[in-house]
């Protein structure tokens, strides 16, 4: 089968179970977690759009985290959510391929967000008098458009050459949404493990990179906590909802991608890709919210506005808006 024949391509997914009960109860978890994951990413991307406190490197690479969170997340759960109920769970080539491309942009994009994260904490704590001039406006923007690039150029690739493959087998791909290691095993092509060995190569390199760049900047941070005291303990903790979400991605990537699995675990396929895919976005921002007290702070005071313009109109008295700010964008930077 030629290539440009492959586009009516319908690939068949197959989910946990086909019996109705299981597949409610399916649809209103997956709902549940697509609604916290919406909302609590939103609620992130708000406070800090709106509270000047969170006007800093740190919350603005946070702002984006939640954004690619919100993205990533979309990319599978909607798709999976409409095959909840549908008798044939089937996928377009076109729109495989293209799920292949945007899962593999966002979740790219991610590891180099949370490695440029990392550089900003190393920063912070290990050269706070440069700090101000090291991650300026410019060099956040940078180091985000750095993160939204590699993404973007790994994942065309990678796409590209799936859609190159021939598939002239099965249509089955036994997996919840199109991933490439489970689109490249319906392959009939005698190239599909070269295909894969570049791919994997290709996905390494940014994952890895991303790795060790976070570790070797907490490896830093804990020598300089270690060895500065109290006041660079205090800081240390603002790292501890960073190092808990490197920990979930990247561990759960891990694990689905570096440890073998047998043939018959194909439920636990499922399960580590529901967890790496669609569980991770949504503890991000809980993660955030509740082991950061700055975040909690705006959190309250967001409340306690809003309790307080519903008082006073309840009330009737007119109370006068706050002026804005004579300082725009970053206000700390």
């Known amino acids: 089968m030629s290539p440009s024949s492959l586009s009516p391509i319908t690939f068949l997914l197959l989910g946990f179970s086909s019996a109705y009960r299981a597949q409610v109860t399916l649809c209103l978890c997956f709902s549940l977690i697509y609604l916290m994951t919406v909302l609590g990413n939103?609620?992130?991307?708000?406070?800090?759009?709106?509270?000047?406190h969170l006007h800093s490197p740190m919350y603005f690479f946070l702002g984006h985290l939640s954004f690619l969170d919100i993205c990533y997340s979309s990319v599978t759960l909607p798709k999976i959510l409409g095959d909840s109920f549908s008798p044939q769970k089937t996928i377009s080539f076109v729109g495989c391929i293209m799920q292949i491309y945007f899962f593999l942009c966002f979740g790219g994009s991610e590891c180099t967000l949370l490695a440029a994260m990392a550089y900003d904490r190393y920063l912070a704590i290990c050269h706070p008098l440069h700090y101000p001039v090291l991650m300026s406006k410019k060099m956040c923007h940078c180091l985000v458009a750095i993160?939204?690039?590699?993404?973007?150029?790994?994942?065309?690739?990678?796409?590209?050459?799936?859609?190159?493959?021939?598939?002239?087998?099965?249509?089955?791909?036994?997996?919840?949404?199109?991933?490439?290691?489970?689109?490249?095993?319906a392959s009939c092509s005698p190239n599909a493990p070269l295909n894969k060995i570049a791919l994997y190569t290709l996905a390494g390199t940014i994952a890895m990179g991303s790795f060790l760049l976070t570790l070797m900047s907490y490896i830093h941070i804990i020598r300089a906590v270690l060895q500065k005291g109290a006041g660079t303990q205090r800081a240390f903790a603002t790292c501890t909802s960073h190092l808990i979400v490197v920990s979930l991605f990247f561990g759960a990537g891990a694990v689905a991608y570096l440890v073998p699995h047998s043939s018959s675990s194909k439920?636990?396929?499922?399960?580590?890709?529901?967890?790496?895919?669609?569980?991770?976005?949504?503890?991000?921002?809980?993660?955030?919210?509740?082991?950061?007290?700055?975040?909690?702070?705006?959190?309250?005071k967001s409340l306690l506005r809003g309790l307080l313009q519903i008082s006073t109109k309840g009330a009737g008295i007119s109370a006068e808006p706050p002026q804005p700010s004579s300082q725009q964008g970053y206000s700390s930077w």
């Open 147 to 185: 993160s939204w690039l590699s993404g973007s150029f790994s994942s065309l690739i990678q796409a590209f050459l799936t859609a190159r493959l021939p598939f002239c087998g099965s249509n089955m791909i036994n997996h919840l949404f199109c991933e490439t290691p489970f689109v490249l095993k």
């Open 42 to 52: 939103l609620l992130i991307m708000t406070l800090i759009w709106l509270d000047t």
């Open 267 to 300: 439920e636990m396929d499922k399960v580590l890709a529901l967890l790496y895919a669609i569980v991770t976005p949504m503890l991000n921002p809980i993660i955030y919210s509740l082991r950061n007290s700055e975040v909690k702070g705006a959190i309250r």
